[in-house]
C-alpha cells in the first residue's frame, strides 16, 4: 500500500494559538505522497476565506503515518431530525444523548458549558457521562486529530457534514467514550449534531444565526482513565469507512 500522510491546518488571528490567538479554522486530511501539495493548498486557501475572517497564522504540519498503526472503524448511521426552536433542539437532544450510561443530568450540564462559552475553544470539553462533571483542564480542550475517511464522497457534499461525520466515528470509536454533542462555531451554520449508540443524530437550530460561539463535549465513563482515551483521540490515525 503506498505511504500515507497526514496534512494538518490549524489557523488563527492575532497571532499563533499558543500566542493567544483566536481560532478561525482547523482541519485535515489523510493524503497520499502525491496529493500533499494540492491538500496543503486547499487547506491554506480555506484558513485565508473563513466566514470567522482572515486568518494571520497559519500552521501547516505534515507527517508520514504508518500504514500498520492505522485503525479502520465503520462510519456513524446518519438520521436526520427536523425542529422549529433551539430549546426544542436541545430537547430533542438531551432525550437522544440520555440512558443507561448518561444521565439527563449530565446532559444539561453539557448544554450549559457550551453556552457558557464567551469564546470558542479549539478542542472539545470533556464530561462525565453520569455526574456532569467536567473533566479536561485549561481551555483548549482536546483536539481530534489523524483521521480521515477514503471514500469521502460517499458521504456527501456537505463539507460541515462529512468532517463531522468522520470525527464523531473516531469519537465514538473511543473506548470509554459514550457521546458528543456539538454545534459548529461558523455563524452561518446552525445544525449541530448528538452522536450516541454507533448514530449521528443531524439536529437544526442547535445555536443562533450569527453566533460565532460553538464546541463539542464528548461523554467519558466514569471509569475510564482519560489519558489514554486522550491520547487515542489526538494521536492514532484512523480512516473511516462507509
Ligand atoms: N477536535 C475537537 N474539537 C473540535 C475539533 C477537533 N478536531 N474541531 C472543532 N472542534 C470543536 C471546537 O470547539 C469548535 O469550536 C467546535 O468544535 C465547532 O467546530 O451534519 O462545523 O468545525 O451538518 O465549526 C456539524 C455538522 C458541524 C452538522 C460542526 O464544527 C451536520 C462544525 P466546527
Ligand atoms: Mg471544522
Ligand atoms: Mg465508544
Ligand atoms: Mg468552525
Given at each position: 500500500m503506498a505511504e500515507l500522510y497526514s496534512v494538518r491546518m490549524r489557523a488563527a488571528q492575532g497571532g499563533p494559538h499558543e500566542n493567544g490567538g483566536h481560532h478561525i479554522s482547523g482541519a485535515e486530511r489523510i493524503v497520499k505522497l502525491e496529493d500533499v501539495g494540492a491538500i496543503a493548498q486547499t487547506l491554506a486557501k480555506r484558513a485565508l476565506h473563513h466566514s470567522k475572517g482572515t486568518a494571520d497564522f497559519i500552521n501547516i504540519t505534515v507527517d508520514l503515518i504508518s500504514p500498520e498503526k492505522i485503525t479502520y472503524i465503520d462510519c456513524l448511521k446518519v438520521e436526520e431530525h427536523k425542529t422549529s426552536s433551539i430549546s426544542e433542539s436541545h430537547q430533542l437532544g438531551?432525550?437522544?444523548?440520555?440512558?443507561p450510561t448518561i444521565s439527563e443530568v449530565a446532559v444539561y450540564k453539557a448544554i450549559s458549558l457550551l453556552q457558557g462559552l464567551d469564546k470558542s475553544?479549539?478542542?472539545?470539553m470533556l464530561v462525565d457521562a453520569?455526574?456532569?462533571e467536567r473533566l479536561d483542564t485549561g481551555d483548549r480542550g482536546v483536539r481530534v486529530s489523524h483521521m480521515d475517511s477514503f471514500?469521502?464522497?460517499a458521504l456527501g457534499d456537505n463539507e460541515h457534514m462529512r468532517e463531522a461525520l468522520v470525527l464523531a466515528s473516531k469519537v465514538q470509536s473511543a473506548d470509554g467514550i459514550v457521546g458528543e454533542l456539538c454545534w459548529s462555531d461558523d455563524p452561518d451554520y446552525t445544525v449541530g449534531y448528538v452522536a450516541c449508540n454507533g448514530v449521528y443524530h443531524r439536529i437544526p437550530n442547535m445555536k443562533e444565526l450569527g453566533s460565532d460561539i460553538g464546541g463539542r463535549v464528548f461523554f467519558v465513563r466514569s471509569d475510564i482513565d482519560c489519558e489514554s482515551v486522550v491520547e487515542y483521540l489526538e494521536k492514532a490515525p484512523v480512516l473511516v469507512q462507509r
Open positions: 438531551t432525550e437522544l444523548l440520555q440512558g475553544m479549539r478542542g472539545a453520569i455526574t456532569g471514500d469521502s464522497y
